[in-house]
């Protein structure tokens, strides 16, 4: 079987601000051969809400009432995306930012991520505010033409 050079599945998770307290909102993943997903996020209990900032709350139009309305708790979130990402190699164009968050994240929950996180040289992502415009941007950066 001959394996593809290109990357298959992509994620990017987005902040609730940019300091050492902030914590993650919103993350999105895809595939190149499928669905872009994106799945807000409850703050956690051991996340200082007094981190929220209302400049990224403007950025990305997605309020911290949204958040503890809609948001999938830390565990449930986790086990979405270890279902969803198995194994795999998944590549981020923000690898140290998006690690910190889904550190914070898996950490809250308690459990270790399946995959395995990689950087998407060389992707343009400035002036995108949502998690699944990044995944369509990487995904287009890789050369991968959408599906849906």
């Not at 994620?11 to 050492?20: F, M, Q």
């Not at 998944?90 to 270790?112: F, I, M, Q």
Request: glycine share 8%; net charge negative.
């Amino acid at each position: 079987m001959v394996q593809s050079s290109r990357p298959s599945s992509y994620l990017s998770v987005i902040s609730c601000g940019k300091s050492p307290d902030s914590w993650p909102i919103e993350v999105g993943w895809g595939f190149a051969a499928g669905e872009i997903r994106t799945m807000l996020l409850k703050p956690a209990g051991s996340w200082s809400l007094a981190a929220w900032n209302k400049g990224c709350e403007a950025d990305h139009k997605i309020g911290l009432e949204t958040l503890l309305q809609e948001g999938k708790p830390a565990l449930d979130a986790c086990l979405i995306l270890n279902a969803a990402l198995g194994q795999s190699d998944v590549y981020a164009g923000a690898p140290e930012t998006d690690s910190l968050w889904l550190y914070k994240l898996y950490k809250a929950a308690g459990v270790e991520p399946n995959f395995r996180l990689h950087p998407m040289a060389d992707a343009n992502l400035q002036g995108l505010h949502r998690a699944e415009d990044v995944v369509v941007r990487l995904r287009e950066e890789a050369g991968v033409a959408q599906t849906a």
